[in-house]
């Protein structure tokens, strides 16, 4: 390799890597900011400003965010929604992407067509109908009535994505356990979720994710206060410490940060999920 074109690799590397770095710097920027701003005190940011360099410490909005504003009960609610939401909605997928990808259905290319074009409708028009129809149910104003919200809408997107994958898989693999005497549930439940989990786990982020952060469907089925969750609780901090941003920002970090935790832990299944996905 001749050195002209060993310089131009280089300086192409160490662009992409400045450039890369330049993004991360200015994503970072404003979690910076405000993990500073939850832990100064509102005295420091009164006197000095909110732009400022912080002249304190104090972990006070914190307490005032969890305890006072609300906080506890609204991200125990978000996990009571987001955690059954996301077991439910994937066993549910995954049992119907199992039927659609490893047998002779009829009419699952329409099936599959159904539940990918249902994701494609804004949701912003289904607001009244799903409202009306959780008051008509019985389940208005209880998170049961969020927990099918989340279900209902998130599983045509699951399916699609969890039947490529499960589509992947070689016909002999499940050839070979019928041979030994394996049933469907026995397949679907001992070969097909093994191999599948990659896509499972890279999924159960993004589920976790967006159900955990969701506020449209939240402020449409519940009315109780007690009962919002942790993004609609947030709306409330703010008009409750309008001029608290300590307590402002406490809250934001305290909202983000199971969705954080989540992603780390599930990071390399994620990116193993994408990965696979994409060579298939």
Same mark, same amino acid.
């Given at each position: 390799m001749n050195s002209p074109t060993l310089l131009r690799?280089?300086?192409?590397?160490?662009? %992409?890597h400045?450039?890369?770095?330049?993004?991360?710097?200015?994503?970072?920027?404003?979690?910076?900011?405000?993990?500073?701003?939850?832990?100064?005190? %509102?005295?420091d940011i009164a006197a000095n400003g909110l732009g400022s360099a912080p002249h304190s410490f104090s972990l006070d909005g914190f307490r005032q965010a969890w305890t006072e504003g609300g906080q506890k009960q609204a991200l125990i609610n978000s996990l009571l929604v987001t955690v059954p939401s996301v077991l439910?909605?994937?066993?549910?997928?995954?049992?119907?992407? %199992?039927?659609?990808?490893?047998?002779?259905?009829?009419g699952r290319?329409?099936?599959?067509?159904?539940?990918?074009?249902?994701?494609?409708?804004?949701?912003?028009?289904?607001?009244?109908?799903?409202?009306?129809?959780?008051?008509?149910?019985?389940i208005y104003d209880s998170l049961w009535a969020l927990i099918g919200v989340q279900v209902g809408f998130g599983i045509g997107f699951y399916v699609f994505v969890l039947h490529g994958f499960m589509r992947s898989i070689p016909p002999e693999v499940q050839q070979a356990a019928v041979i030994d005497g394996a049933g469907p549930a026995t397949i679907y439940w001992r070969i097909v979720l093994p191999l599948a989990r990659p896509a499972l786990a890279a999924l159960s982020a993004l589920s976790f994710t967006w159900i955990f952060n969701d506020l449209l469907w939240a402020i449409s089925v519940l009315r109780t206060e007690t009962h919002?969750?942790?993004?609609?609780?947030?709306?409330?901090l703010q008009g409750q410490y309008v001029s608290q941003w300590n307590v402002i920002a406490a809250g934001s970090v305290i909202a983000a940060a199971p969705t954080v935790l989540v992603f780390l832990r599930f990071q390399r299944h994620f990116v193993a999920g994408l990965n696979v996905g994409a060579v298939k």
């Open positions: 690799r280089r300086a192409a590397t160490a662009g %992409f400045l450039g890369a770095g330049a993004l991360a710097v200015l994503w970072l920027v404003p979690i910076v900011l405000v993990v500073i701003t939850a832990t100064r005190t %509102f005295d439910i909605s994937l066993l549910l997928a995954s049992m119907a992407a %199992f039927a659609l990808s490893r047998y002779s259905l009829p290319r329409t099936l599959l067509l159904v539940m990918l074009a249902g994701n494609l409708l804004p949701p912003q028009i289904l607001l009244i109908p799903v409202s009306k129809m959780s008051e008509l149910v019985g919002m969750p942790i993004t609609a609780s947030l709306i409330n």
